[in-house]
């Protein structure tokens, strides 16, 4: 220890006194005097996010940093979005590179541990399916012997991919392309015969993507558990607060039929927790450090989970996923927000 | 003290002080350098350390030995879902050597052609070989290995529209399927055969050598070599009843199965490295030919040498000492341009070692890893080519 001691002191007075870099835990008051956020998304996925020909980010996980930037600085404005490849994603957020990885990202027990993440909670529940094109007649991903798949590199679905085809006993040949756009354009032309992904993935590519999205199908098994989230990296708790709470006051929003259309008749009523909710009856904003109408302006300008999911991968979007698992729990889904009070 | 100055070869030290001591000095500065240099490492080394370790990020090289649960496409050594990281590693690093080994002897081929075709004195040929060098060397590697992967992907037929030749070969968007020969137990003996081929072969040449120098006779040595190393094996062969059952790719269920697959990814990375590659090697080629003084060539064509045993005998062997040294850059180019592959999804290396960081989140050694991986090969063939160099260097008698 002490050998140690004295040659980082001999380096540091060697080097001129460079100090040692590290986090003090500081990312919150790093981001705060930054004055925006900078959140890590895909480099292009429909529904989760996408830039369109103006630069301007939309998609769920967009939403999700925006909702963040509603709370902190009473702004959606006020983030920067980096595109990051599957495989920057982990080194992007752990170098301080972006505050926040909204990404379509698994949460799993490596990535929270020895990946050095804080997952603050799922904002969907997804899980791995298969497309196939229809002509191949396959109805069932049991049939898949043999069959030349195409998957991004760097994922947990290519593991989950190799674990359903051992269990199963059956052989792939997986083709192995990081870029979204180029592992599309291999399955669309025919390169593989499968494509496989999280089944919202596979809803937004068959949708915008495919010359016909009528002649694809995706497959009924789903062999994975993807519970998508936002991650922040170890080392500031109080950041990790804010992004936990920002998705659970949203939750929490809709559950109390609060939405970006009747949030200021909201605030005249009765229901103590939606005063604790508005900050009528303040404290909740002053706990997390940001101001007391903090989930007035997350929701006015962002809007509650359900519309968040409706505006972006909702029945009206050219993805058209049903609610399921991501309905409320109160509507048998699994969106459960812990209490704000 | 006199003495010996007068019969020593160095004259005798002025008295300076050591601070003034240019050899004092010298070495002070250099241990000064060094000094820093360590002292710079070891704070960079410490501090990663400590980050790594204040964050919870595991460190170290253990995680060679667990279980990779991914697979890989392209693989000629056997690999599964179920063997370790370390394994899936090898099986890259194999793949890496795979293409490289094939592009350098591809492109050397091809460049030397394309080269000496631009000296030709035919005009059609030699435009052809210039429009080919400016075209292949002045488009940046990676929009070829794009360009050549997507062509592949596009305009070839699925499996089951394949091209198909004498039933055997097929050619489709899946990959290059041919037959090949099932093992046999005489399969061992033809191999030694082909050895001992190989050392006669090498006799051959010696003696034809030695007797070309006692009495000018020549003797067609590279065609009795051919003779012997593929003559050999064969009758081995033949006299174990040449037994031949082929391994015939054949359709069934989604993909050819049997055979061996050339894959798409692997064909368009060997034919961009080796168009690209070979568009510098054949300038080399002709830099080094043009370097050799026309003397030379009229001079053998006026004792009766052929055009080509002029090429073959006078002007390659001394050209090939201005060509080696700049073609051991271009052979290095191939090893490490190989890494493009990444681009169009063949499964080298820097892929494995990629899938293995991710699922690990170990990048600093993974990357590590590759940069010993390259290291060692780029020094390998350096290495080699020096020998080489060496052994071609004009003696002077």
């Known amino acids: ?341 | 003290m006199a003495v010996d100055a007068r019969f020593s070869s160095t004259p005798p030290k002025p008295k300076v002080a050591p601070w003034n001591d240019p050899v004092i000095r010298g070495w002070f500065f250099q241990i000064v350098v060094v000094g820093l240099f360590v002292l710079l490492a070891v704070y960079l080394v410490q501090n990663t350390m400590e980050n790594l370790e204040r964050q919870k990020i595991a460190s170290g090289f253990g995680f060679l030995e667990k279980e990779a649960g991914f697979e890989i496409g392209d693989t000629i050594i056997s690999y599964s879902a179920a063997d370790t990281y370390g394994r899936a590693l090898i099986v890259g690093l194999v793949n890496t050597l795979r293409v490289a080994v094939l592009g350098i002897i591809l492109a050397t081929i091809l460049g030397t052609l394309i080269g000496i075709g631009r000296l030709s004195s035919n005009w059609l040929l030699a435009k052809i070989c210039e429009i080919y060098v400016e075209a292949f060397r002045n488009v940046p590697l990676l929009l070829w290995l794009l360009l050549i992967a997507k062509y592949i992907r596009e305009s070839l037929p699925g499996p089951r529209q394949a091209w198909n030749l004498l039933d055997a070969f097929f050619l489709s968007n899946r990959g290059f399927y041919v037959p090949v020969p099932i093992a046999d137990p005489i399969d061992k003996y033809v191999g030694i055969a082909f050895l001992i081929g190989i050392g006669v072969a090498w006799y051959v040449a010696r003696w034809a050598k030695k007797r070309q120098e006692m009495t000018g006779q020549q003797f067609p040595r590279i065609w009795a070599g051919f003779g012997i190393i593929i003559g050999l094996p064969l009758v081995v062969w033949l006299l174990g009843g040449a037994p031949l059952k082929l391994s015939v790719p054949a359709l069934q269920g989604f993909n050819f199965s049997g055979g061996v697959v050339l894959q798409p990814e692997f064909i368009a990375l060997l034919i961009g490295l080796v168009l690209y590659t070979s568009a510098f090697i054949a300038e080399i080629v002709r830099s080094g030919i043009l370097a050799i003084n026309r003397g030379q060539t009229e001079a053998s064509l006026a004792n009766g040498l052929t055009r080509g045993q002029t090429m073959r005998l006078v002007l390659l062997p001394q050209a090939l000492r201005v060509i080696v040294p700049p073609m051991t850059s271009q052979y290095l180019n191939i090893t490490k341009n190989s890494s493009l592959a990444i681009a169009i999804g063949y499964p080298d290396l820097v892929a494995s070692v990629n899938v293995t960081i991710n699922q690990t989140g170990q990048a600093i050694e993974g990357i590590l890893f590759i940069m010993a991986a390259y290291l060692t090969v780029s020094l390998s063939i350096s290495l080699f080519m020096n020998w080489y160099n060496k052994r071609i260097a004009l003696v002077e008698r």
């Not at chain 1, 919150?28 to 998304?41: E, M, Y």
């Not at chain 1, 592992?183 to 593989?192: D, L």
């Not at chain 1, 994975?224 to 989230?229: F, R, V, W």
């Not at chain 1, 109080?238 to 992004?243: E, F």
Request: charged share 25%.
């Open chain 1, 1 to 341: 220890m002490l050998k140690r001691t004295l040659a980082v002191a001999a380096a540091t007075v060697a080097l001129g006194g460079f100090a040692t870099v590290a986090h003090a835990g500081k990312d919150l008051d790093a981001i705060k005097a930054r004055g925006s956020v900078i959140c890590g998304v895909s480099t292009g996925l429909a529904g989760f996010s996408l830039a369109d020909s103006k630069g301007e980010w939309t998609g769920l996980d967009v939403d999700v940093c925006r909702a963040v930037a509603a709370a902190l600085f009473g702004d959606s404005k006020k983030v920067k979005f980096v595109p990051l490849s599957a495989q920057q994603r982990f080194t992007a957020l752990q170098s301080g590179e972006v505050d926040i990885l909204s990404r379509n990202t698994t949460i799993t027990m490596t990535r929270d541990t020895s990946l050095g993440l804080d997952f603050t909670g799922v904002t969907y529940y997804d899980g791995q399916g298969f497309m196939v094109p229809k002509k191949l007649g396959v109805k069932s991903a049991k049939e898949l012997k043999g069959a030349t798949v195409c998957v991004q590199p760097g994922t947990t679905t290519e593991l989950n991919l190799a674990d359903y085809f051992r269990a199963n006993k059956m052989d792939f040949k997986p083709v192995v392309i990081e870029k979204l756009e180029e592992i599309e354009q291999a399955y669309f032309s025919g390169r593989c015969d499968v494509y496989t992904t999280d089944a919202s993935g596979l809803a937004a590519t068959r949708a915008t993507r495919a010359q016909n999205p009528d002649d694809h199908v995706i497959l009924p098994e789903i062999i994975s558990k993807e519970p998508l989230g936002p991650a922040v990296r170890h080392g500031d708790n109080q950041w990790a607060d804010v992004v936990r709470w920002t998705f659970n006051a949203q939750l929490e929003a809709e559950e109390k039929g609060i939405t970006s259309k009747n949030v200021d008749e909201m605030l005249k009523s009765s229901d103590p927790q939606i005063k604790r909710l508005l900050g009528v009856t303040p404290g909740m904003g002053k706990a997390l450090g940001v101001e007391e109408d903090w989930i007035v302006k997350i929701i006015k300008q962002v809007g509650n989970y359900g519309e968040m999911f409706e505006r972006n991968v909702g029945k009206n979007t050219p993805l058209k996923l049903e609610r399921g698992l991501n309905a409320l729990w109160t509507q048998g889904g699994l969106q459960y927000a812990a209490p704000i009070r």
